[in-house]
């Protein structure tokens, strides 16, 4: 497959992941108004639920915590990336030398080959380990940052392949899925246990108890699905970031020294007592934790962006 096809596949996937992720959550919030209303059969209390003839309150409550949330998150999540290190901004209305320099000049290049109507914000990060990562997706709050140790043991060409890949994440607007992915997910497994224990009294119609039965059941599925989805998610993103880098250099060959050097930095250094913000590990360009093989394997990376040369 060209780079093309790869990036449209995996946004494919990407969107089939949300849409099921939001389907399960509306699931949840009314199985849960079901147990509420101490409804007589599943069939008559969903359709009462869904034409509003009953008002599905915890399905809309969830909806809204959802979405506050979001909002939250959306509006912090440049504080909440860039918590707990020394950090830099680059920036390029000031008088640059040096690393920053060329750094300013890669991204502009990136930019000008992408054709971004916007900047994102760049950022060098104080740390003994080499990573990169991206947040945001608008002119608004998108920014990329990269660990010194990582700037510091990077050419220009595997530096401006790693900024591509970082840069693809925001183009391709996986960072924002990832973010909902995740809080519907806490949202999905909260909204399971209160309708399991929040309305245990009265409520013995046989709608009410079927769907209290499927959502104790639910709260032993829905960590392990919601883990496969985020490990699929994670994984489809990674491979279409780097399809991405080396769709925007027309050139898959510095993506791939990047990618083993960073690897090659974690194999012999142990970082693990080192981060100190957790939210990064999902969103860094390789991840040290690689925790239930979340991220593609570096192998696997390298033998994808070789395919697509």
Same mark, same amino acid.
């Given at each position: 497959?060209?780079?093309?096809? @790869?990036?449209?596949?995996?946004? /494919?996937?990407? +969107?089939?992941?949300?849409?099921?992720?939001?389907?399960?959550? !509306?699931?949840?919030? $009314?199985?849960?108004?079901?147990?509420?209303?101490?409804?007589?059969?599943?069939?008559?209390?969903?359709?009462?639920?869904?034409?509003?003839?009953?008002?599905?309150?915890?399905?809309?409550?969830?909806?809204?915590?959802?979405?506050?949330?979001?909002?939250?998150?959306?509006?912090?999540?440049?504080? @909440?990336?860039?918590?707990?290190?020394?950090?830099?901004?680059?920036? *390029?209305?000031?008088? $640059?030398?040096?690393?920053?320099?060329?750094?300013?000049? @890669?991204?502009?290049?990136?930019?000008?080959?992408?054709?971004?109507?916007?900047? *994102?914000?760049?950022? !060098?990060?104080?740390?003994?380990?080499?990573?990169?990562?991206?947040?945001?997706?608008?002119?608004?709050?998108?920014?990329?940052?990269?660990?010194?140790?990582?700037?510091?043991? +990077?050419? /220009?060409?595997?530096?401006?392949? !790693?900024?591509?890949?970082?840069?693809?994440?925001?183009? #391709?607007?996986?960072?924002? $899925?990832?973010?909902?992915?995740?809080?519907?997910?806490?949202?999905?497994?909260?909204?399971?246990?209160?309708?399991?224990?929040?309305?245990?009294?009265? /409520?013995?119609?046989?709608?009410?108890?079927?769907?209290?039965?499927?959502?104790?059941?639910?709260?032993?599925?829905? *960590?392990?699905?919601?883990?496969?989805?985020?490990?699929?998610?994670?994984?489809?993103?990674?491979?279409?970031?780097?399809?991405?880098?080396?769709?925007?250099?027309?050139?898959?060959?510095?993506?791939?020294?990047? $990618?083993?050097?960073?690897?090659?930095?974690?194999?012999?250094?142990?970082?693990?007592? !080192?981060?100190?913000?957790?939210?990064?590990?999902?969103?860094?360009?390789?991840?040290?934790?690689?925790?239930?093989?979340? #991220? *593609?394997?570096?192998?696997?990376?390298?033998? +994808?962006?070789?395919?697509?040369?």
């Amino acid at each position: 497959m060209s780079f093309d096809q @790869i990036i449209a596949s995996n946004q /494919r996937k990407s +969107l089939l992941v949300l849409l099921t992720y939001g389907a399960t959550f !509306v699931c949840i919030g $009314l199985l849960v108004d079901l147990v509420r209303i101490n409804a007589p059969s599943l069939g008559a209390g969903l359709a009462r639920l869904l034409s509003f003839q009953i008002m599905p309150t915890i399905t809309l409550i969830m909806l809204a915590l959802a979405l506050g949330i979001i909002f939250f998150c959306i509006n912090n999540s440049q504080a @909440i990336m860039l918590s707990g290190n020394e950090y830099k901004l680059i920036d *390029p209305s000031q008088v $640059l030398r040096g690393k920053e320099r060329m750094l300013s000049e @890669i991204l502009e290049e990136l930019l000008r080959a992408s054709n971004t109507p916007f900047r *994102p914000k760049l950022y !060098v990060m104080d740390a003994p380990f080499m990573n990169a990562f991206a947040s945001g997706w608008d002119a608004n709050n998108s920014l990329i940052a990269l660990t010194t140790t990582l700037i510091d043991n +990077l050419n /220009r060409e595997e530096l401006k392949a !790693v900024m591509a890949h970082e840069l693809s994440h925001i183009l #391709h607007g996986d960072i924002r $899925l990832t973010m909902c992915v995740g809080i519907l997910s806490n949202i999905m497994l909260l909204g399971a246990n209160v309708g399991v224990w929040a309305f245990l009294g009265g /409520r013995n119609e046989g709608g009410a108890r079927m769907a209290r039965m499927i959502l104790l059941i639910l709260q032993l599925v829905l *960590p392990i699905f919601s883990l496969l989805l985020q490990m699929y998610l994670s994984r489809t993103r990674e491979f279409m970031a780097d399809s991405g880098a080396a769709h925007i250099m027309r050139n898959s060959t510095p993506m791939i020294s990047a $990618l083993q050097k960073i690897s090659g930095n974690y194999a012999s250094h142990d970082f693990s007592q !080192v981060e100190s913000n957790p939210t990064r590990f999902a969103s860094y360009i390789f991840n040290p934790a690689e925790l239930f093989n979340t #991220h *593609p394997s570096i192998e696997q990376r390298i033998a +994808l962006l070789q395919r697509g040369c």
